[in-house]
């Protein structure tokens, strides 16, 4: 009978000891908001990979990825305390810091702007920004495209009397018609879409990237609060590994068909031979170089994007970039 009970009460404190293990397993799991800059595509496959491969998880981490747009401002999110990281361009974080911002880089996504401008090679050759010359080009008012487009005429010593320059719109149809002769673009989401559309009248299209003349604006980085990465530098650790590993492998070509499995799940509109040129595109904009870590942050082309914006008056002045630039586990150029 004492052997029975001894048996009972041993049962019952292995079945509580279970339970225990469970909720504090459970209760591990640190929460995270994580705002995108753009929404569920080809632009943003890594975190989509690293959210379907369960990544996150396994670094003990509940990841809420909240899908960006026009009218989304990760930066503004977290001084608010709405997101605990984010996706910016390098325009957006240093107007931000220049305001004093405490948002700070902790990796930089894209080796390579992926704004570049499309043309049709039978009507012009642009081997040098001087080939601008005398063109009518498309630039977003106001936008990063028109900022990097003037640095590149200025660069070639033209003037406004030597280009036209074109308000565009999300209206392509000026480009269409052969108004226009260069037309800016999202070289891994609008291009392959343009591309296959004109293909199939017969028309052929090439790309303008200004990074091959020496222009490098910085895209997209991954974000968070200054005292996000001082107070929880662990909890920094664990998201960023996981991300970056999530676009190591989104990014490995042998991933392939899974990984246009994700695409088509939440971009069920774009056909899959479009998304399997745009993550080819993605992949040598994000890794250029297959030596080069992904998420590596790229000192002198920050250094050059804030002199572009200083220079175009767009900042009022220049900051200390290594207060901002603060790389986690990844290298910098």
């Not at 909720?23 to 994580?34: C, G, I, K, P, Q």
């Not at 990984?259 to 993605?282: C, G, H, M, R, S």
Request: glycine content about 6%; hydrophobic content about 40%; overall charge neutral.
């Amino acid at each position: 009978m004492k052997n029975t009970a001894q048996r009972c009460i041993q049962a019952v404190l292995l079945l509580l000891m279970t339970t225990l293990l469970v909720t504090n397993t459970a209760s591990a799991s640190d929460t995270v908001r994580y705002r995108l800059k753009w929404l569920r595509n080809a632009s943003v496959v890594g975190d989509l990979y690293a959210e379907a491969g369960h990544l996150f998880e396994k670094a003990g981490l509940d990841v809420e990825i909240k899908p960006g747009g026009p009218e989304r401002d990760a930066i503004r999110e977290l001084e608010l305390g709405h997101a605990d990281f984010g996706v910016a361009s390098a325009d957006q974080v240093l107007r931000a810091r220049v305001k004093g911002s405490p948002v700070v880089v902790i990796a930089q996504l894209f080796q390579v702007n992926p704004l570049q401008w499309m043309y049709r090679p039978e009507n012009m050759k642009i081997n040098s920004p001087a080939d601008l010359k005398g063109k009518d080009i498309g630039v977003t008012f106001g936008g990063n495209d028109e900022t990097i487009m003037r640095t590149l005429l200025a660069e070639a010593g033209l003037g406004e009397s030597d280009i036209k320059l074109f308000s565009v719109r999300y209206d392509y149809t000026p480009f269409y018609r052969r108004k226009i002769q260069l037309w800016p673009v999202y070289r891994n989401a609008q291009g392959p879409i343009i591309t296959a559309q004109l293909n199939k009248v017969g028309e052929q299209i090439t790309f303008f990237n200004p990074a091959d003349f020496g222009v490098k604006f910085v895209a997209n980085s991954v974000v968070t609060h200054s005292r996000t990465l001082t107070e929880k530098p662990d909890l920094v650790r664990r998201f960023l590994e996981a991300l970056l590993s999530g676009w190591q492998q989104a990014l490995d070509p042998k991933n392939e068909n899974e990984v246009l499995a994700i695409l088509q799940k939440y971009d069920p509109d774009t056909p899959p031979p479009i998304q399997k040129e745009q993550l080819k595109i993605t992949r040598e904009l994000v890794q250029p170089q297959p030596s080069q870590a992904i998420g590596t942050i790229d000192k002198d082309a920050w250094a050059q994007t804030q002199q572009i914006m200083f220079k175009q008056k767009l900042l009022p002045q220049q900051i200390d970039l290594k207060e901002i630039l603060k790389p986690v586990g990844t290298t910098t150029n």
